[in-house]
């Protein structure tokens, strides 16, 4: 079973507006979500994990435990933000991630 | 700082042949893992080295797959008798401790069977 799913495989949305990425996972104890992007001939990188509560590059991500989601967010996309983006969960004690499938954001002029 | 590299960074083979992927972590780091990355599969998680040993081989795909570590450095993930559903690129990533979200990532290697 898929412990981490995004559901959607592609998302465009215009430059200035707002963009939701979804993620949803299966996991019964507590688990630690993460965020990483991949940008176009960039490597694999951590962009934000749900304990540190931080914004970073303007996105923010809340884990909400009754709907088993932590979706990715951003009021206002930049071009910028073109990319690979992959929802991970790290499960207690596991010292590995389970990534989703992934969902490439096109943010269009 | 040098941070992970893997090489090649391509690899063309033809179906039946061995390949042999190398990654070198970054100095220091004790956890180093390998993923494929495909079309439509998104990042798969293939085996993880603390030190030399592999606690986890569960996602190696079938037992063409093995993988080493040596010397807490260098990890070689070997693919014997390749077939073009192994056409994927294989990342590698190390950590510098426990943490499993601390992943540093290489560039990859783009593998293709023919």
């Known amino acids: 079973a898929q412990r981490v799913t995004q559901p959607e495989k592609l998302l465009s949305v215009f430059k200035g507006a707002p963009v939701e990425l979804k993620c949803n996972y299966s996991?019964?104890?507590?688990?630690?979500l993460f965020w990483y992007v991949q940008y176009s001939r960039q490597r694999l990188q951590l962009l934000l994990r749900h304990i540190s509560r931080e914004s970073i590059k303007g996105f923010t991500a809340d884990l909400n435990k009754g709907e088993t989601s932590f979706h990715l967010k951003k009021p206002f996309a930049q071009e910028e933000d073109s990319a690979m983006y992959y929802c991970?969960?790290?499960?207690?004690?596991?010292?590995?991630?389970?990534f989703g499938k992934g969902t490439k954001l096109t943010v269009n002029p | 700082g040098a941070g992970v590299s893997q090489s090649p960074s391509n690899k063309v083979t033809e179906k039946g042949k061995d390949v042999e992927l190398r990654c070198d972590p970054i100095s220091g780091h004790t956890a180093l893992y390998w993923y494929r990355q495909s079309l439509g599969q998104g990042l798969e998680f293939l085996i993880y080295?603390?030190?030399?040993?592999?606690?986890?081989k569960s996602g190696l795909p079938s037992d063409r797959f093995s993988a080493e570590r040596t010397g807490g450095s260098v990890s070689t993930l070997t693919i014997q008798r390749t077939q073009q559903e192994d056409s994927a690129v294989y990342l590698c990533?190390?950590?510098?401790?426990?943490?499993?979200?601390?992943?540093?990532f290489g560039p990859g290697t783009r593998l293709t069977v023919t």
């Open positions: 991970a969960l790290e499960e207690g004690g596991s010292e590995k991630l389970v």
């Open positions: 080295f603390q030190g030399n040993s592999a606690p986890d």
């Open positions: 990533a190390s950590t510098p401790g426990e943490a499993a979200y601390e992943q540093y």
């Open positions: 996991y019964s104890g507590s688990p630690e």
